[in-house]
Structure formats: structure tokens, C-alpha cells
């Protein structure tokens, strides 16, 4: 299957600074990438869609002025997590939907943020 | 509200023992439903998907599930596990094919040799 590499895996941070996490498509283009995180013991939730070339879309309550994300090219988004305090520490997921029309999403490894 | 709910959050069993994982789901309208298995370190990996017609799904590594529409559930199965198995198994539904997922809170399962 298509393969998704999310960089860094884990990442720790101070509080107050910004975060980049990097989500590629390596063998197929992606349209659009979807970014989830999750806390410990409860489900992924859906933060936002990203669409190539153009804003993202945000779920509601997911702030994105805090929550930057960019998909500048059909293989990468970018997530930065701006000003990260504590709270934002999470697992972030990416997935991406082959734009050649497939019918699944294939997900990155995920990135453990810990802000302390 | 939309909703996925697993039943277990964690289970134990033997190897050569069956498995069955709840999944419920509260949707209006068309859904398509899914099943994602994380082994340790590694990607989200697809199990199955239903989208329409045989409810009895059958998928990767000798897992099915079955749709049952009136009770609004998606369980996963497997007759006889392998230690192999031992993985977190996410169920998620989808009011599109491809990627804008709600999921359950997940289930650990861990298969002792």
C-alpha cells in the first residue's frame, strides 16, 4: 500500500514555543491530508482537513490560529503547533487520500508532542 | 451527534482463542465503516471496510465483520488469534469514502503465547 511518513515521530518542546510537524506522501500524491490527534485513552479527533493549494478546513473548537497548516505541494502538509503549552501535548496523526481516486486514506506513524 | 463507540478498551486472551470487538456507531443517513488495526510503532493499517452490499465483510490477516444495520453495529472478528495480533483495533465510520473518519476510542488487545 501507499506509505505516509510524519516527521518527527516524538518531539519535546518548552512551553510558549512553535512546533512544525511534517506529514509526506512518498508514492502517490495526495489531494488531501487529513491531521487527528489523540489524547490517552480516547479516540482520534479530527482537527482539521488540508487541501493543496488551499486553506484548510478546521473542525469546530480546533483553533487555527494555534493550529497552523499548510499543504503547499500534492506530498506535503505541515502542521505547527504555535505557542504550545502543556495542554497541546498529544498524538497527532496525519492521513492522505490518493488523488488518483482510491478509496482509502493511509495513515503517518504519528507524532508524540510533549510541551513541558 | 455522530458517534463511534468500542466496547472493550482493553482485552487479554490466549493464542487460538477468538476475538470480537464491539463497535457501535450513530449515524443518520449513509455510512461507510471501517477497521484500522496500530501495531506497536508502526501506521494506522486498514483491516477492512464496509461501503455497501455483503454485510459480512471479510479482510486482512483472517479478520471479518459483520454490519448489522438494525443494531447499528460493525464487529470485528477473529475465530482463532496468533500472538501477532496483539495490536490497538480501532473501528471508524465515514459519511465519505475516503478519510474524514470519526473513530472509537479504541481497544488494546494483547495475545499471550
Known amino acids: 500500500g501507499a506509505v505516509v511518513s510524519q516527521h518527527p515521530s516524538r518531539v519535546i518542546c518548552k512551553s510558549g514555543t512553535s512546533v512544525k510537524i511534517e506529514c509526506r506522501s512518498l508514492d502517490f500524491q495526495a489531494t488531501t491530508m487529513f491531521w487527528y490527534r489523540q489524547f490517552p485513552k480516547q479516540s482520534l479527533m479530527l482537527m482539521a482537513t488540508s487541501n493543496e493549494g488551499s486553506k484548510a478546513t478546521y473542525e469546530q473548537g480546533v483553533e487555527k490560529d494555534k493550529f497552523l497548516i499548510n499543504h503547499a505541494s500534492l506530498t506535503l502538509s505541515t502542521l505547527t503547533v504555535t505557542s504550545a503549552h502543556p495542554e497541546d501535548s498529544s498524538f497527532y496523526i496525519c492521513?492522505?487520500?490518493?488523488?488518483?481516486?482510491?478509496?482509502?486514506?493511509?495513515f503517518g506513524q504519528g507524532t508524540r508532542l510533549t510541551v513541558v | 451527534a455522530q458517534s463511534v463507540s468500542q466496547h472493550n478498551h482493553h482485552v487479554i486472551l490466549s493464542e487460538a482463542a477468538s476475538l470480537e470487538l464491539g463497535c457501535n456507531y450513530s449515524?443518520?443517513?449513509?455510512?461507510?465503516l471501517f477497521w484500522y488495526v496500530q501495531y506497536p510503532g508502526q501506521h494506522l493499517q486498514l483491516l477492512l471496510k464496509y461501503f455497501s452490499g455483503d454485510p459480512l465483510v471479510k479482510g486482512i490477516k483472517g479478520f471479518e465483520a459483520e454490519f448489522i444495520k438494525s443494531k447499528f453495529s460493525f464487529n470485528l472478528r477473529k475465530p482463532s488469534v496468533q500472538w501477532s495480533d496483539t495490536a490497538e483495533y480501532f473501528c471508524?465510520?465515514?459519511?465519505?469514502?475516503?478519510?474524514?473518519?470519526?473513530f472509537g476510542a479504541g481497544t488494546q488487545v494483547v495475545v499471550t503465547p
Open positions: 471508524a465510520a465515514a459519511t465519505d469514502s475516503w478519510g474524514k473518519f470519526q
Open positions: 492521513s492522505a487520500r490518493d488523488g488518483g481516486g482510491s478509496t482509502e486514506a493511509f
Open positions: 449515524y443518520g443517513g449513509t455510512v461507510n
